[in-house]
């Protein structure tokens, strides 16, 4: 069993910054992807950056040159920094990790609960 515990979410004015982190835990061998999507209200789900396990990152056009996602690979930990927010961020933020139990197993996708970031005048 896996666990993505995050935090880190809260209320920002525009232009101001926030910092989520995302801690993986369990029965993990590896964990090759990691990211982060999120979900505004009446809008679908948006995958807004993810990172492998070499380092490669990729963005959404929407916040390529504000959002920053990192890992730790010892810690098991992704964080994305968000810089510049703007209301059209707001939204539930949840990260992923693709992750394995052995080095022959599959991979197991996994989720966080999900934390609110508002971002508000």
């Known amino acids: 069993q896996v666990e993505l515990v995050e935090s880190g979410g809260g209320s920002v004015q525009p232009g101001g910054s926030l910092r989520l982190s995302c801690t993986t835990s369990?029965?993990?061998?590896?964990?090759?992807?990691m990211g982060w999507y999120r979900q505004a209200p009446g809008k679908q789900r948006e995958l807004v950056a993810t990172i492998t396990k070499s380092g490669r990152r990729t963005y959404a056009d929407s916040v390529k040159g504000r959002f920053i996602i990192s890992r730790d690979n010892d810690d098991n930990t992704e964080i994305l920094q968000m810089n510049t927010l703007k209301t059209e961020d707001t939204a539930v933020y949840s990260c992923y990790a693709d992750t394995r139990s052995g080095p022959l197993a599959v991979v197991l996708l996994s989720w966080g609960q999900g934390t609110q970031v508002t971002v508000s005048s």
């Open positions: 369990g029965r993990i061998f590896s964990i090759d992807a």
